[in-house]
């Protein structure tokens, strides 16, 4: 087995170890900004994940969208929300050891049931590209995509009337 | 190719983990990041079954599409809110916000 | 000429050839894909270092001044006498700084710079990796950089970098929108992502920019590209003096010179882009391709400091007009003028989607009457 | 039609772009070290002791009033004594400290002696802070001569009113020779 091998069969594994910290210190750290940052390399990790299996066009979206938007958006809800010097403020609330306890469990359940789900799986793998994407958004998702694009234009519009000050 | 029960392993503790943060944070846009997490790990699951499994290939992506436009809107909102709230009680953790009426 | 053209190209099978004559395979897998990354990691970094002496000779003589002409002959050493400078310069953190994100900032924010240029054709068959996403690619990876940005200003603890942070962020979440709508024509027209076929779609002469959308989209796309390169006259989040140097304010020695470098290699890879998308990327007559494509790319980049030695800074409501009042709409008209072009037949589509370009124009001038700077009579100066 | 605006401002950097190549009048930058503009006669920068013929010849008496006028007081002088402790009227130690020294020119003006004057010294770094800005009498003094290149003007005028003042002198002690001591000229110690 060369290295090359190697890598393709393990490389993805790396991707996760990464994904997995940088989510796990994104919910742990006590300074938000931090967290922030770590929520970015995290949604960098799974669209690394989404490159590793065939989804370029998600993933390039994945990284347009939640690392150059929504990113944007939380770092400045932080910064207009928290006051510069208060990144020693306790983050974290009273119910860590029970919220760990029901995460094991949702995990220890989850994994347990996927052990004994059987798939049907597909002999050769499909990968689609972009052009696929949009004539099947097109063509038969039409509907539920012109909905989205009206909950979008809605949910804009209550953003800004939301966030609007009252004078 | 890595086994299809991997991805899923990876997505659930993704998942988990972003469960653990919307419960413990106090702070309201950790838990915006909580909520981010796991949308994510739900997205890495349509991507890994419509590549592995013999469902269409076209929909898990495309699905995966609006999830991340819901998921903007949702963080567009969300912020919204926070400001909103900021605004009004000069504060945002959550065990703060103790009023119903204000 | 042929050779001439290829000639990189033979260069790394040679290199290949040679190390699979000694070297187990993977080995020589892996040297193949080594040869790309070490060819841009040096590219990139040299670019810039010229690109500052340019820059200044440039802006030099635009002002009727001489520019660096001690070091070398022309100063052509200049840019090593920099570098040593800022290596052996104090590295000063602030003692409120945040400091992981004030020392991760600079670090990371050469990458995504450096990373684009993967997709980048420099010529025939001279691309790093052809996605098929390719300019998705570079959209989405050159729009972390503004996360850096932030982290940059965020960490520094410093009003003047806030403020510079804010007004990047703004500036180009704005101008991230027309940027991407005006490359829509291009894909609409070509059918594909990848920048290899979108410059193999515009054979020799006949670029994207000779048509009405073509010229329009190659102006939004430009002038948005300025624009997300900070550089003048959209340069406010680093505007010297307002906020003296913005979000690199509390940075000095290579940490500087890191954001220094991200910086001008964003110049080069976006005037590469826009070659790319609308200047026919390496096509073009008699000289061999990457030539072609590096004149192209640098006579872009010397506009942007043409553009810098001529233009005072606009303010920020006019700048946030310019995007969102003008550039957006204009982007949208364009799109539908791409629609009739390729629906209609051949003097029909010139003379239709030129028409709708100009009436959008016009009708958007119309409408921003009033957003429009006045002009100014001093009379008593 | 808009957007020529920004055009002509452009055309307008382009030709002062091509010009500073080919127009001579363009470029004013002069190539400092190597090449220099002539130095104009009226430039003042940084005192220093004028004397006439040898060194030892100098025209300070060591009156003070320059160290009492200067206003950052960067000028120290110590009289000298023969050997009985008799004052002359020399200094013995004049030095001016550049640290300090602000190029007011004030010690020019009240100097009754004509003994000190403004220079067109201007590269006047030194490596030191220290000893290498204290300039001694030593690195003070200059000949009459140098003075008549830099400021011939001033050193014409200057020299005349000194001679019509020794002739005045001159012709007062040949007036009354036995009923007052002469005092000796003030230049010549």
């Not at chain 2, 590549?51 to 290939?57: G, V």
């Not at chain 3, 193999?200 to 073509?214: D, I, N, S, Y």
Request: positive net charge; charged residues 15%.
């Amino acid at each position: 087995m060369d290295v090359l091998t190697l890598i393709a069969k393990f490389g993805i594994y790396f991707i996760f170890a990464f994904t997995l910290s940088a989510a796990l210190l994104s919910v742990t750290v006590q300074n938000i900004f931090h967290a922030a940052l770590g929520l970015a390399f995290a949604l960098m990790g799974v669209a690394g994940v989404f490159f590793v299996l065939h989804a370029d066009f998600l993933g390039a979206i994945q990284i347009l969208l939640y690392v150059g938007a929504i990113m944007i958006l939380l770092i400045f809800a932080v910064m207009l929300t928290s006051h510069i010097g208060d990144a020693s403020v306790h983050t974290s609330n009273r119910q860590v050891y029970p919220a760990m306890i029901l995460s094991l469990l949702l995990v220890y359940l989850l994994v347990r049931q996927i052990g004994k789900v059987t798939w049907q799986l597909k002999e050769t793998l499909t990968s689609i590209d972009a052009v696929e994407i949009g004539k099947q958004l097109m063509g038969p998702y039409v509907l539920p995509f012109e909905i989205i694009s009206v909950v979008l234009v809605v949910a804009l519009i209550g953003t800004i009337v939301i966030a609007r000050s009252d004078s | 190719m890595i086994p299809l029960n991997h991805i899923v392993v990876f997505a659930v503790l993704l998942f988990a983990i972003g469960l653990f943060g919307t419960l413990t944070r106090r702070h309201v846009v950790g838990i915006l990041i909580s909520i981010e997490l796991m949308i994510n790990a739900a997205n890495i699951n349509f991507i890994a079954f419509s590549r592995y499994t013999k469902a269409s290939p076209e929909v898990g992506q495309i699905f995966a599409v609006f999830i991340v436009v819901l998921a903007a809107i949702a963080a567009a909102v969300g912020l919204a809110i926070v400001v909103a709230i900021y605004r009004n009680q000069k504060t945002i953790y959550t065990d703060e916000i103790d009023i119903l009426k204000w | 000429m042929e050779k001439l053209d290829q000639v990189f190209v033979h260069l790394k099978a040679a290199i290949v050839h040679l190390a699979g004559s000694f070297l187990p395979d993977w080995l020589v897998v892996i040297i193949s894909i080594l040869i790309p990354i070490v060819g841009i990691a040096m590219f990139g970094p040299v670019t810039m270092m010229y690109l500052t002496l340019i820059e200044r000779k440039l802006l030099a003589r635009i002002q009727n001044r001489l520019g660096p002409n001690r070091v070398g002959k022309f100063g052509l050493l200049q840019p090593l006498a920099d570098g040593v400078k800022m290596l052996t310069k104090e590295d000063v953190v602030p003692t409120n700084a945040d400091k992981i994100a004030h020392f991760l900032a600079p670090i990371l924010i050469v990458i995504p710079a450096l990373l684009v240029f993967a997709v980048i054709p420099f010529g025939r068959n001279m691309i790093a990796i052809d996605l098929n996403i390719g300019v998705l690619f570079f959209l989405a990876i050159s729009a972390t950089t503004t996360i850096f940005i932030f982290t940059a200003a965020w960490g520094s603890r410093n009003k003047f970098s806030l403020l510079g942070g804010m007004r990047s962020v703004a500036q180009m979440i704005s101008y991230e929108i027309p940027f991407v709508l005006s490359a829509v024509p291009v894909f609409l027209i070509t059918g594909t992502f990848s920048t290899a076929h979108i410059v193999e779609a515009q054979p020799g002469l006949h670029w994207f920019v000779w048509t009405p959308w073509g010229f329009v989209g190659f102006l939004i796309f430009f002038l948005c590209g300025v624009a997300e390169c900070n550089r003048t006259p959209f340069d406010l989040p680093e505007a010297e003096s307002e906020i003296i140097a913005g979000f690199h304010t509390e940075y000095s020695g290579m940490k500087f010179a890191l954001f220094y470098m991200a910086e001008f290699m964003n110049v080069f890879t976006v005037s590469g882009l826009v070659v790319t998308l609308y200047l026919g990327g390496w096509q073009g007559p008699f000289l061999p391709s990457w030539i072609w494509f590096l004149i192209k790319t640098y006579v872009l980049i010397l506009i942007m400091m043409w553009f810098r030695g001529t233009f005072p800074r606009v303010r920020i409501d006019q700048l946030m007009n310019f995007a969102w009042k003008f550039l957006l709409p204009l982007s949208l008209v364009n799109i539908l003028a791409t629609g009739v072009w390729y629906y209609l037949r051949a003097p029909l589509n010139f003379l239709i989607s030129g028409l709708i370009v100009v009436i959008g124009f016009s009708f958007l001038m119309f409408v921003n009457r009033h957003s429009l700077p006045k002009k100014r009579i001093y009379r008593y100066a | 039609m808009y957007g020529f605006g920004v055009l002509k401002g452009m055309a307008v950097t382009f030709k002062n772009f091509v010009q500073s190549y080919f127009v001579k009048d363009r470029m004013v930058t002069v190539q400092y070290p190597e090449e220099r503009l002539p130095e104009k006669e009226r430039f003042r920068n940084f005192p220093f002791l004028i004397y006439d013929g040898t060194p030892d010849n100098l025209r300070c008496v060591a009156c003070d009033i320059c160290a009492k006028e200067c206003p950052p007081k960067c000028i120290s002088i110590v009289r000298e004594f023969d050997a009985q402790g008799k004052p002359l009227k020399r200094p013995k130690i004049f030095d001016i400290d550049f640290t300090v020294c602000m190029n007011c020119g004030i010690c020019e003006e009240v100097c009754p002696f004509d003994a000190i004057y403004m220079d067109h010294e201007f590269e006047i770094a030194e490596f030191g802070r220290f000893n290498e800005l204290q300039y001694t009498k030593e690195r003070l003094l200059k000949p009459e001569e140098y003075f008549r290149k830099i400021r011939p003007t001033d050193a014409t005028r200057i020299a005349e009113e000194r001679r019509k003042k020794e002739e005045k002198k001159a012709a007062a002690a040949v007036a009354a020779p036995s009923t007052t001591i002469t005092p000796p000229p003030p230049q010549s110690k």
